[in-house]
């Protein structure tokens, strides 16, 4: 295997300091291969394809559940009988009594690595500064009621204006991302006076009847729920490995813009056809993670202008200097009409999301379009503005990037090494290790599990998304020596489960 050398990009036409951070890693298919995956190959035993997160059923769960200290387990007894069930979060793996830095501490004394975190803890558990700053505002001021103001709200809104990119000047903040995601969809209805929206397959949104409408994924749109938004149409989703136009690449092409032309014209065509969508709504980099191609979110920049579509960034899990740049669409060099804000935003304390748009946007003044109890609590918004002071601060993002690189290095080591790797894809402390069957190209669930398990065991937590990939989102503030453990950890379960 030889690296793709930054020369090849510039002779593509392409910025190498753009895309020189993702590093690919693909098993070359055979000839005649199938180049997409079926629609059940990710498929759960009892229920809709994988998605977010791993299972919470199976003889592995069972095996898992069964090793609990007795203290764990009366924790993990009373939980099921107090909280409605759901896919993806109950029954939990185990009870936490500790959370501090990179590591949650179970009930049983067991301590773990967390590259988890549901992507909200950039700084980390408890971090001082914070709780500290906290602990004052609880003081100070710890509530003030909708239709008043604070100083720290304020200025909260001010330093998100200043850290996203220029253009994006007005601000309004939820409790949580898939509330923040349905104002964005307000907005854009209201400034366009359209309804529709253009979203892609496999995307994730939040859980709210817009955002999941809007999203992707089978688990959050379809069954029992009833039906959803009208005019959210959609797309094949963004990606190389399993480009569903049959222009994937292998680990030793280039990754050029040729990846992503055919969907980029799908997405034009419909805008078009359509001429009535009131917003594109996108993860610029997909948390399983996926990149888009090089130039692909460019042109639809260009086909939003051309038709005047409005262009909704979600960064939820992206954002905040998680994958080496302070907002994942600063790779791509495109500014959206809207942003969207959230997880990581309250420090891994405090829920907080937020909406930040072009000033044209302000249209609802006659409305309320986020008229949340909490939309100017000054406890969310000291949480908000004092991790936006630790990240610049403690120089979190260039970190993300230093060892994001190391990350990357070591997935693709492992990729050597283990032929059930079939693509290795992130940027900075995102990253993503796909793990295939024997044809190099069909995922394997069942593998991914096995290697979940012998991580956990170990002393690592991550998630495992859309079935076969194990996703690794470590706090940015992990030392070079907890990421190297981590990687050992995955290395040996890899081999275990490999046998």
Partial sequence: ??????????????????????????????????????????????????????????????????????????????????????????????????????????????????????????????????????????????????????????????????????????????????DAIEVALKLARAATGRFKTLSFWESFHGAGFGAASVGGEQLFRTGPIGPLLTGAEHVPPIGCFRDRFGAGHRFDEPHTADCGRSLAELVDYTLRVQGDVAAVIAEPMRAVPEMAAPGFWQAVRRSCDATGTLLIFDEIPTGLGRTGRMFSSEHEGVTPDILVLGKGLGGGVVPVAAVVAREELDVGEAWAFGHYTHEKNPLMARAGLTTLQIIEDEGLVARSAELGAIALARSAALAERFGAIGDVRGRGLMVGIELVRDDGRTADPALAEAVLYGCLRRGLSFKTTMGNVLTLTPPLVVSEAELDEAFNIVEASLAEAIG
């Fill in 1 to 178: 295997m030889r690296a793709v050398q930054s020369s090849e990009f510039s002779a593509n036409g392409l910025d190498p300091a753009l895309f020189f951070s993702v590093v690919y890693i693909r098993a070359r298919p055979a000839a005649g291969e199938e180049t997409t995956m079926g629609a059940d190959e990710t498929r759960g035993p009892d229920g809709p394809a994988q998605s977010e997160s791993d299972t919470n059923t199976g003889g592995l769960r069972g095996a898992w559940a069964a090793g609990r200290s007795v203290v764990d387990r009366a924790v993990l007894d009373r939980d099921s009988r107090s909280y409605l069930r759901q896919a993806v979060s109950t029954p939990c793996l185990t009870s936490i009594v500790g959370a501090e830095g990179v590591h949650l501490i179970g009930a049983d004394g067991a301590r773990y690595l967390d590259f988890h975190g549901n992507s909200a803890h950039q700084i980390g558990y408890g971090h001082p500064r914070l709780v500290d700053a906290l602990t004052r505002q609880l003081r100070e001021l710890p509530f003030v009621p909708r239709r008043f103001t604070s100083e720290i709200s304020v200025s909260f809104a001010e330093k998100l204006v200043e850290v996203t990119p220029a253009g994006l000047d007005r601000v309004l903040l939820t409790t949580g991302g898939s």
